[in-house]
T-cell receptor, first 115, second 113 residues
């Protein structure tokens, strides 16, 4: 069966510090991978998605970047955090190439607080 | 383009009462529709999904939803609320293109003893 991991679970960082959040998927190959941010009252905002190694699409201009160095690894980064980067970050995966009826499966999330 | 509207960011029901969470969608092509549940500080878990075929979809924990094309709706229901149903619920639509899924803003369900 497939599992998805995220770490760290929680993170408190000062403004201006760098960020690296990691997501890994087990039990599947060549998944589509997604990063979402969830802020109170705003639902889920899609930040990045990737259909393959080194292939990143950005949905919104922002202070963040994403990379996919390996097939089942997805990293969310920032060089300098802003207060507005605080939120709950969710990674998700989806079977690739099978059509848009496929379910997205979510990781446990990372709670980021920028002070 | 696709979009989702969830009516009511907060819904309160008494334990044992009917749960009704509303979701309307917009899509230029036949959509696939999903309901997810999120418990505090956890990721999203799939409740049910509609792809093709029967328009009444049954999911986990006694929830079901009905796809009504004429009303562009996919409301979530449960006949009798349980305390453990208290959570946030997200409706989502997928209608092709870039492998993206669009989520609603979520509805927080409170169950009153």
């Amino acid at each position: 069966s497939q599992t998805i991991h995220q770490w760290p679970a929680t993170l408190v960082q000062p403004v201006g510090s760098p960020l690296s959040l990691e997501c890994t998927v087990e039990g599947t190959s060549n998944p589509n991978l997604y990063w979402y941010r969830q802020a109170a009252g705003r639902g889920l905002q899609l930040l990045f998605y990737s259909v393959g190694i080194g292939q990143i699409s950005s949905e919104v201009p922002q202070n963040l970047s994403a990379s996919r160095p390996q097939d089942r690894q997805f990293i969310l980064s920032s060089k300098k955090l802003l207060l507005s980067d605080s939120g709950f970050y969710l990674c998700a995966w989806r079977v690739t190439g099978a059509g848009y009826q496929e379910t997205q499966y979510f990781g446990p999330g990372t709670r980021l607080l920028v002070l | 383009a696709q979009s989702v509207t969830q009516l009511g960011s907060h819904v309160s029901v008494s334990e044992g009462a009917l749960v009704l969470l509303r979701c309307n969608y917009s899509s230029s092509v036949p959509p696939y529709l999903f309901w997810y549940v999120q418990y505090p500080n956890q990721g999203l878990q799939l409740l049910l999904k509609y792809t093709t075929g029967a328009t009444l979809v049954k999911g986990i924990n006694g929830f079901e939803a009905e796809f009504k094309k004429s009303e562009t709706s996919f409301h979530l229901t449960k006949p009798s609320a349980h305390m453990s149903d208290a959570a946030e619920y997200f409706c989502a639509v997928s209608s092709g293109g870039y492998q993206k899924v669009t989520f609603g803003i979520g509805t927080k369900l409170q169950v009153i003893p």
